[in-house]
């Protein structure tokens, strides 16, 4: 029997997923937004059309006691993402049948089984991908349709009796001026630190004597703690606004947006300069010389030559950069900075699950996004190179 069961990791998240699925509860039923919900099973919502559940499911059980083969983990990506639309579908569904029932100011949320099991659909999903191609390009298309069915469900209003998308109804300015202030903030960050970092990597690789200082400077700047750090940032900048009215003028003051960028960026460069410094070192010392043969000058070789071969590693620095300013930036929202963060702590202070989520959920997309989008890039220079 030993040797039939071979997928152990698909074995492994399908029993997960079953445990999850008919231990936890599916979704989470209130009265209103102040009272704690009642649990729902995922048992008492299995009737008429929900069935179609029951399909997938049992698919990825054969699936999980079949050998790990190529063709086998195109049925399991798809069995996933089936599994991972109906669950949404179900939810939504579920929902709105309970909408019904109650008030309009009852709320259904999702429970920690259905958390389970769309992220363990995911997982499964992701892993069966991995076995299908080695290509970053490829990975992202197949993950990208994967979540296609979950996407159409949502525009298509089916989620709308979940209480996450009643909350964003009726926060949906608040909404927008957060996703434009996290994406403002990720921009500010981002550009000042690459006409920062780049010259101080290039220095690092060029001056054995200058790396040590900047990387020692950098270093004890990441163990700061974030919060730390903007409080440091507060008196400084306060005093040269109260010194220089015109700086306040133009927004730089003890709080809101300007401690929070230099911050941001301050914590930014240490992954940056790492990244120019490896970019620049893995070229192959025989090429230089041989564009020094050829009469190239130094400028000429790194602008044609070091910085074409450093670029994947460079970005893959720019990539760590940006990810960890979208998540960062949720913190910035102490002092003022605004984004999503200020929609995070506003749930926290009033108790309010799904108005954290409201402000999680897009963090994580974002952060998700960001990473996937500079991975393509990555995989494209490194694709068009061979």
Same mark, same amino acid.
């Given at each position: /029997? $030993?040797?039939?069961?071979?997928?152990?990791?698909?074995?492994?998240?399908?029993?997960?997923?079953?445990?999850?699925?008919?231990?936890?509860?599916?979704?989470?039923?209130?009265?209103?937004?102040?009272?704690?919900?009642?649990? #729902?099973?995922?048992?008492?919502?299995?009737?008429?059309?929900?069935?179609?559940?029951?399909?997938? @499911?049992?698919?990825?059980?054969?699936?999980?006691?079949?050998?790990?083969?190529?063709?086998?983990?195109?049925?399991?990506?798809?069995?996933?993402?089936?599994?991972?639309?109906?669950?949404?579908?179900?939810?939504?569904?579920?929902?709105?049948?309970?909408?019904? !029932?109650?008030?309009? @100011?009852?709320?259904?949320?999702?429970?920690?089984?259905?958390?389970?099991?769309?992220?363990?659909?995911?997982?499964?999903?992701?892993?069966?991908?991995?076995?299908? $191609?080695?290509?970053?390009?490829?990975?992202?298309?197949?993950?990208?349709?994967?979540?296609?069915?979950?996407?159409?469900?949502?525009?298509?209003?089916?989620?709308?009796?979940?209480?996450?998308?009643? !909350?964003?109804?009726?926060?949906?300015?608040?909404?927008?001026?957060?996703?434009?202030?996290?994406? %403002?903030?990720?921009?500010?960050?981002?550009?000042?630190?690459?006409?920062?970092?780049?010259?101080?990597?290039?220095?690092?690789?060029?001056? *054995?004597?200058?790396?040590?200082?900047?990387?020692?400077?950098?270093?004890?700047?990441? %163990?700061?703690?974030?919060?730390?750090?903007?409080?440091?940032? #507060?008196?400084?900048?306060?005093?040269?606004?109260?010194?220089?009215?015109?700086?306040?003028?133009?927004?730089?003051?003890?709080?809101?947006?300007?401690?929070?960028?230099?911050?941001?960026?301050?914590?930014?460069?240490?992954?940056?300069?790492?990244?120019?410094?490896?970019?620049?070192?893995?070229?192959?010392?025989?090429? #230089? !010389?041989?564009?020094?043969? /050829?009469?190239?000058?130094?400028?000429? #070789?790194?602008?044609?030559? *070091?910085?074409?071969?450093? @670029?994947?590693?460079?970005? %893959?620095?720019?990539?760590?950069?940006?990810? *960890?300013?979208?998540? /960062?930036?949720?913190?910035?929202?102490?002092?003022?900075?605004?984004?999503?963060?200020?929609?995070?702590?506003?749930?926290?202070?009033?108790?309010?699950?799904?108005?954290?989520?409201?402000?999680?959920?897009?963090?994580?997309?974002?952060?998700?996004?960001?990473?996937? @989008?500079?991975?393509?890039?990555?995989?494209?220079? !490194?694709?068009?190179?061979?």
């Amino acid at each position: /029997m $030993t040797s039939v069961l071979k997928n152990r990791v698909l074995l492994t998240l399908f029993i997960l997923l079953i445990l999850a699925a008919f231990s936890l509860p599916f979704l989470s039923y209130a009265p209103n937004r102040l009272l704690s919900g009642k649990s #729902i099973g995922l048992l008492s919502l299995l009737h008429g059309a929900a069935l179609w559940l029951l399909l997938p @499911l049992g698919a990825l059980a054969l699936l999980s006691l079949l050998p790990p083969l190529r063709r086998f983990a195109l049925l399991t990506a798809i069995c996933a993402s089936a599994l991972l639309g109906l669950i949404f579908w179900l939810s939504g569904h579920g929902a709105q049948q309970l909408a019904l !029932e109650g008030s309009r @100011l009852a709320r259904t949320s999702w429970g920690s089984g259905c958390w389970l099991m769309l992220a363990l659909s995911l997982l499964m999903a992701a892993d069966a991908i991995a076995r299908i $191609t080695p290509s970053h390009l490829w990975r992202i298309v197949g993950n990208t349709l994967v979540l296609l069915p979950a996407v159409a469900l949502l525009f298509s209003h089916q989620l709308d009796g979940l209480s996450l998308l009643k !909350e964003y109804r009726n926060r949906q300015e608040v909404f927008d001026a957060a996703l434009l202030q996290h994406l %403002t903030i990720l921009l500010l960050t981002v550009l000042p630190t690459l006409a920062i970092g780049t010259p101080l990597g290039v220095l690092c690789y060029r001056s *054995q004597r200058w790396q040590t200082p900047i990387f020692s400077t950098l270093n004890i700047i990441q %163990t700061v703690p974030s919060i730390a750090l903007f409080g440091l940032l #507060i008196a400084p900048l306060a005093g040269l606004a109260a010194a220089f009215p015109w700086l306040a003028q133009h927004g730089i003051n003890g709080i809101g947006l300007a401690p929070a960028i230099v911050a941001l960026v301050m914590y930014a460069l240490l992954p940056l300069v790492r990244s120019v410094v490896a970019g620049l070192q893995s070229v192959p010392a025989n090429v #230089i !010389e041989s564009a020094l043969g /050829m009469g190239m000058t130094r400028g000429q #070789i790194f602008l044609r030559i *070091q910085l074409p071969l450093a @670029l994947p590693l460079f970005l %893959t620095g720019v990539r760590i950069l940006a990810v *960890q300013t979208v998540g /960062m930036a949720v913190v910035a929202a102490l002092i003022g900075a605004g984004g999503f963060g200020a929609i995070v702590f506003q749930g926290l202070l009033s108790s309010a699950l799904d108005l954290v989520l409201l402000g999680v959920i897009p963090v994580i997309a974002m952060a998700v996004m960001v990473d996937s @989008l500079f991975k393509f890039i990555i995989s494209a220079l !490194e694709v068009k190179r061979r």
